[in-house]
């Protein structure tokens, strides 16, 4: 398991992280300034599961151009950069991608679609899935959301389960409220 959070302006992020650390206690944790491109892209390690927790920026009069948010330099992973190898990304071990930012699997106007997401740009670096979003997140909704997922993969559930475990418990919390 590897994660990234660039920054401290998340503040669930970080508490979304150090939670799937407790179900993943040997997980590779980048945060702050060690959450890279550099650190992204160290393909000595392979890992089952990469989590991003950070910013999604859309650009959809351009797609190529939008990007999570990363620290250092540079300060972003784009579309472009997944799609035409630029930092030589391979998620061919992987077993699951997690973009836990906004808007992450909304495409573009991009007629190739070569170009069209995050989402579909990190399969075409090898992901075999990818779990991403179509709206706005809320923070603390999605720290909830990515907890409860993690832990039911972890218990050894189907990812296509474990996330449908956590949108249930999520709207059951949602009800209580």
Known sequence: MRSAIPTARFPQADEEVAAINRIFQRADIYTGK?????????????????????????NSQDPKESYLLLAGKPDRL???DLVEDAYRLSFA????????????????????VVYSSLSRAFSKAGAPTVVASLWSVNDAAMRDTMTIFYRELAAGKLKCEALRQAQLSLGRLAMRV
């Open 78 to 80: 784009t579309v472009r």
């Open 34 to 58: 060690d959450a890279t491109v550099a650190r992204v892209s160290d393909t000595q390690t392979r890992t089952a599961f990469v989590h991003f927790a950070t910013h999604g920026m859309i």
């Open 93 to 112: 071990g992987t077993r699951l991608v997690t973009l836990s930012a906004c808007e992450t699997n909304i495409g573009g106007f991009d007629s190739s």
